[in-house]
């Protein structure tokens, strides 16, 4: 067991509450203003607020750092890496590849997750109902070991400090960011700032969102929303996904699910190297089962599943159609259609040519161009040499 999750299952005896796995989440979205109190603007318009930690409210000054410290190599061990690297704008913040590599060259085991409307998730990575913000998830692609991302660790962090306490430009972002702090440059404060900047990454100008979709997505639409299809049940509210949180949120729903994509030996199990919920709970219910992840730029973040299985959004749809994958050689096989813990919504369909291209219409219509181009949200060293 990675020790990760070790930490994760220490943090259990908290205790914590988990919603039932296959529940449906009801959201209200009325946002009274579009500003918190720190008079930092989400700009989330009609969706409502983000919740935001007590102890790390937005401010212009954190938003800034932070973007800054996403996009600087300097935050890894060997200077090699930075959050981009895995999380590419023009990508809705992925990075294409089926698995990601750390700063060492260690593979991970799961796909890049999207960081669209980050700050929405009611948990935190693909199986972790432990981490419901992302000051607490952060901490993972900063300082794990198993497999090495960043690569901070008790041996370099010092070093990695001085790097922006020579920074004299980095100093003062650092001083607007936590006023009032006689050492503000940490790696606590480097964390919160980061998190706010993910926190406001919000995407909400899609065609769907103009009301601009073609009757093919429409068509679409009503197909994704019925019980032919079930898509709704995981894929619900504005950010088209059960796990979700936000400001206005009075019912926290934190589902997982398993959808078939794997079982290895009858009983449910996924390949070991990542066994989903299971990992963290230990229950043998809770085998292959993973967050449903939301679909807005969904056309952008291929490849897709927890482990980048499936290539296209066309071979996600045969998947489905099928009601799980029946895989037939290999190391991995086995007939997932018959996991005994797969979801109740996974249950095959049939679909004709046309409504294969209006769904897939209907999924683009969620892609959102503005937001993997809104300079808000680029690299601004990018920027600062293109002024110099």
């Known amino acids: ?70 996009y600087d190599k300097r935050l890894s061990g060997n200077q090699t890496q930075s959050c981009e690297s895995c999380h590419f704008q023009s990508l809705a913040f992925t990075d294409g590849k089926v698995q990601s590599i750390g700063s060492t060259g260690d593979l991970l085991s799961r796909n890049a997750s999207t960081l669209t409307n980050v700050g929405y998730n009611a948990t935190y990575t693909w199986s972790n109902p432990v981490l419901k913000h992302i000051e607490s998830q952060l901490v993972i692609p900063m300082f794990g070991e198993f497999p090495v991302e960043l690569g901070i660790n008790d041996g370099n962090k010092e070093a990695i400090l001085s790097r922006f306490k020579d920074d004299n430009e980095y100093v003062q972002r650092f001083n607007l960011a936590f006023p009032n702090q006689d050492a503000p440059i940490s790696l606590p ?153 797969k979801s109740e919504f996974v249950n095959g369909f049939s679909l004709s040519e046309q409504e294969k291209a209006d769904l897939i219409a209907f999924l683009t219509a969620l892609t959102d161009h503005a937001f993997v181009a809104n300079p808000r949200f680029n690299n601004p060293f990018l920027n600062e040499v293109n002024n110099d």
Do not use: W
């Not at 005896?13 to 009801?26: I, K, N």
């Not at 959201?27 to 008079?39: I, K, L, M, R």
């Not at 589902?255 to 066994?275: C, V």
């Open 189 to 341: 404060n480097i964390i919160k700032s980061l998190a706010v900047f993910n926190r406001a990454l919000i995407s909400n100008d899609s065609d769907f969102d103009r009301g601009e979709m073609s009757s093919s997505a429409m068509r679409g639409q009503a197909l994704f929303n019925s019980e032919k299809m079930e898509c709704f049940h995981c894929h619900s509210g504005f950010n088209f996904t059960d796990s979700t949180l936000h400001e206005d949120t009075v019912f926290v729903s934190r589902p997982f699910f398993n959808t078939g994509l794997y079982n290895l030996d009858e009983e449910g199990s996924y390949p070991a190297i990542d066994n989903g919920l299971f990992e963290v709970t230990q229950q043998p219910g809770d085998k292959g089962k993973f967050r449903p992840p939301t679909l807005r730029n969904i056309t952008l973040t291929a490849p897709y599943m927890h482990d980048g299985s499936i290539a296209t959004l066309d071979e996600v749809l045969a998947f489905y159609a099928q009601g799980g994958r029946n895989i037939i050689e290999g190391e991995f096989i086995g007939d997932g259609r018959n996991n005994p813990n």
């Open 1 to 70: 067991m990675s020790a990760q999750y070790k930490i994760c299952l220490l943090i259990l005896s908290a205790g914590f509450y988990l919603a039932g796995c296959d529940s449906e989440s009801h959201y209200e979205v009325a946002p009274v203003s579009s500003t918190n109190d720190q008079g930092f603007d989400y700009l989330n318009g009609a969706f409502p607020e983000p919740h935001e930690p007590e102890d790390n409210k937005a401010t212009e000054a954190k938003f800034q750092l932070g973007r800054h410290l996403f």
